[in-house]
């Protein structure tokens, strides 16, 4: 089984920053993707950022230039650095990871983790 557990969310005011962690633990056998989510009230879930296993990264168009997700090389951890909030950024976040699970499987596994609550404050 594979766990993601998220961490760093939290209150903060409008042109502000947070970074948000991410790590997966269990049986993981190649990193495929971690991305982040989030979700507002009343909102569906939508892509923030996502990064692949050669470090190609992609954002959602409503953050881009003002939020960065990394990777820590060797870890299956990510993070999200945000800079410039605004208070259209507040949801809570998810961090998803696309994992093979299995050696010689070529199926990719998806786990979410149970998210961040992100505050930004007018």
């Known amino acids: 089984q594979v766990q993601v557990v998220e961490s760093g969310g939290g209150l903060v005011q409008a042109g502000g920053s947070l970074r948000l962690s991410c790590t997966a633990s269990?049986?993981?056998?190649?990193?495929?993707?971690m991305a982040w989510y989030r979700q507002a009230p009343g909102e569906q879930r939508e892509l923030v950022a996502i990064?692949?296993?050669?470090?190609?990264?992609d954002y959602a168009s409503s953050v881009k230039g003002r939020f960065t997700i990394s990777k820590d090389n060797g870890k299956y951890t990510v993070h999200l650095q945000m800079n410039s909030l605004k208070p259209e950024d507040t949801a809570v976040y998810y961090c998803?990871?696309?994992?093979?699970?299995?050696?010689?499987?070529?199926?990719?596994?998806?786990?979410w983790g149970q998210g961040t609550q992100v505050t930004v404050s007018s």
């Open positions: 998803q990871g696309g994992f093979r699970v299995q050696f010689g499987v070529d199926r990719v596994y998806h786990y």
């Open positions: 269990g049986t993981i056998f190649s990193f495929i993707t």
């Open positions: 990064i692949d296993d050669g470090g190609g990264t």
